[in-house]
């Protein structure tokens, strides 16, 4: 029998979860971790070992949200992993802080990096003739700097107002706002406007632009394909044509991470608006696990959407399979030589 006269949020013993649930949530999350890890590293390799790509100045905000996505799945979601198969009501102070202000800092990064790589794509699709004198190495290093400090910033609020507590029911360290209510309301404010509204809006300006953009591009590319016989004009509109195609991959990421987050944000909306947790556990889980697919989705999108990436993805891991099939050869002829020695 649980003793519940200690534990936030226990009326009843059936608040808590049993064995096959542990289990079942248990896989899901070894899943997730190794999927963000071993997706984002796969996204990060691709970018840098393959020249194309490695040209391409947008990619390097997304191997940004790649690195940030990675850390969530070797940090946050490792210890929401180890909590829930250990089944604690518990976590120590200081690790609790540090693992909430990383999940916060972690996804306010990621939603600045998906705002900023719109903004790059506006310029690159509608003033491609400014893009090169405004898009620079140096813009971009300001851009992704900006992502992280910003992260940074509103993750230290928490912890320097000690709102932070363990969630047994998110599977996480968290900001208890049933009780933090009043004291955090302007803190909510600042952060749902800086860090999400904000972004969010330019996000949604600058990808109906381009689309439009886009749309009317690609009917002069059909007409110019068709009349054109000139080869070098052929490989400029097949190039751009690939461009339009690279914005559709990140608009698919963007409302990815949109779908996943929105249980995770509505959740917490409901909690700031009320004096009490009304939400039940399975459905803070289910926001949880939700907010945590949003690091694994991103490789999937990639290689299913944007052809040079799956070539990236495809040539490391033939090049990883040649490697193990060389070494193990090796390995086998000196196991050999070791047992005729001896």
Not at 16 to 27: G, Q, W
Not at 101 to 129: Q, W
Not at 177 to 199: E, R, S
Not at 262 to 291: C, E, M, Q, W, Y
């Amino acid at each position: 029998m649980i003793n519940c006269t200690s534990i936030t949020n226990c009326d009843t013993e059936e608040e808590y979860r049993h064995l096959p649930t542990i289990i079942f949530l248990a896989i899901i999350m070894v899943l997730f971790i190794f999927f963000s890890v071993f997706g984002n590293v796969l996204v990060v390799l691709a970018v840098i070992k393959t020249p194309s790509l490695r040209e391409e100045k947008s990619n390097y905000l997304v191997i940004n949200l790649a690195v940030t996505d990675m850390l969530n799945g070797a940090t946050v979601m490792l210890s929401t992993f180890v909590a829930l198969t250990t089944d604690t009501r518990t976590v120590p102070y200081g690790l609790c802080n540090l693992m909430c202000a990383a999940n916060y800092c972690f996804i306010i990064s990621s939603m600045m990096t998906l705002c900023f790589i719109s903004v790059d794509r506006l310029y690159a699709v509608v003033f491609p003739l400014k893009y090169i004198d405004l898009i620079t190495s140096k813009t971009l290093a300001i851009l992704i700097a900006e992502s992280w400090i910003q992260g940074i910033i509103f993750s230290m609020v928490p912890i320097i107002e000690d709102w932070i507590e363990y969630d047994y029911h998110e599977i996480t360290c968290a900001i208890q706002w049933h009780k933090k209510g009043d004291d955090a309301i302007y803190y909510v404010v600042v952060a749902f406007i800086l860090c999400f509204l904000g972004p969010g809006l330019v996000l949604g300006f600058n990808y109906i632009k381009i689309l439009r953009e886009a749309k009317k591009k690609m009917k002069i590319w059909a007409v110019t394909l068709q009349t054109s016989k000139n080869n070098s004009v052929k490989k400029k509109v097949k190039k751009e044509s690939a461009s339009a195609k690279t914005v559709r991959s990140l608009l698919i990421v963007v409302c990815a991470y949109f779908i996943c987050m929105t249980p995770f944000s509505v959740t917490k909306l409901i909690k700031v608006s009320s004096t009490r947790d009304i939400i039940s556990g399975t459905v803070n889980s289910t926001a949880s696990l939700f907010a945590f697919a949003s690091s694994v989705v991103n490789p999937m999108i990639y290689g299913i959407f944007r052809r040079d990436f799956r070539r990236a993805f495809q040539l490391i891991m033939r090049k990883r399979q040649s490697e193990n099939s060389v070494t193990r050869p090796c390995r086998t002829s000196y196991a050999i030589d070791q047992s005729t020695t001896t």
